[in-house]
């Protein structure tokens, strides 16, 4: 039987975009203080006196900004699924938070960068829970889902805002963002018997 030359399903592909890598810019006034570009409430503080560092986002609509350059070997035929790792000096197991994240598909050459991102995912990231009665215990959320097709161009980037929408009223302790994840399925194609990444463009 001929080997088949479609695109074989392969082992997911995760990238990372760290909350030390989102848009910040010095406080005015301020000089050791690092404010969210967009919005002057969210500071980039250390977690608790735990080492790492976070988007400190304590009120709802709380909202930080992000570039994520789109991987060149993604199939983007195919879903590209995202969520936030966050954690909080919370130690009410049941405490909700609720994530949004919006993006805008930027183009080499040919699209400007704007203020206003406002393509929802088409899944959005569920409502989700504190979990642990352990202060600082980082927290993963459901997976928002990119529909396949909607991006269609390789050599771009995401313009990202994410917004702490909601949390419980009771959840009075801070709230950090810590990280988007992005999982994506690698474009490949057969090669003989061998299977190669498609090449860079």
């Avoid at 990372?16 to 989102?22: E, G, I, R, Y």
């Avoid at 910040?24 to 203080?33: K, Q, S």
């Avoid at 909202?63 to 994520?68: D, E, F, G």
């Avoid at 889902?145 to 419980?168: D, R, S, Y």
């Amino acid at each position: 039987m001929p080997i088949d030359t479609a695109n074989i399903t392969q082992g997911r592909r995760t990238s990372v975009l760290w909350a030390k890598d989102f848009d910040w810019i010095l406080a005015e006034g301020t000089p050791n203080t690092l404010i969210s570009t967009v919005d002057t409430d969210v500071v980039r503080r250390e977690v608790s006196t735990l080492g790492a560092t976070g988007a400190l986002m304590n009120a709802d609509g709380d909202t930080v900004t992000a570039l994520w350059t789109l991987p060149e070997d993604a199939d983007y035929a195919k879903p590209v699924y995202v969520r936030v790792f966050w954690a909080t000096e919370s130690v009410t197991s049941a405490d909700t938070v609720l994530w949004r994240l919006f993006y805008k598909l930027i183009s080499l050459d040919n699209s400007a960068l704007s203020a206003t991102i406002d393509t929802a995912l088409n899944t959005v990231i569920a409502v989700d829970t504190v979990g642990s009665t352990t202060a600082g215990t980082v927290r993963a959320t459901s997976w928002g889902k990119i529909n396949p097709g909607n991006i269609t161009n390789v050599n771009c980037f995401l313009q990202l805002k994410l917004e702490m929408q909601t949390k419980a009223a009771g959840l009075s302790e801070n709230l950090y963002a810590l990280a988007l994840q992005f999982s994506y399925q690698p474009l490949v194609k057969t090669a003989g018997r061998g299977r190669v990444l498609v090449a860079p463009t």
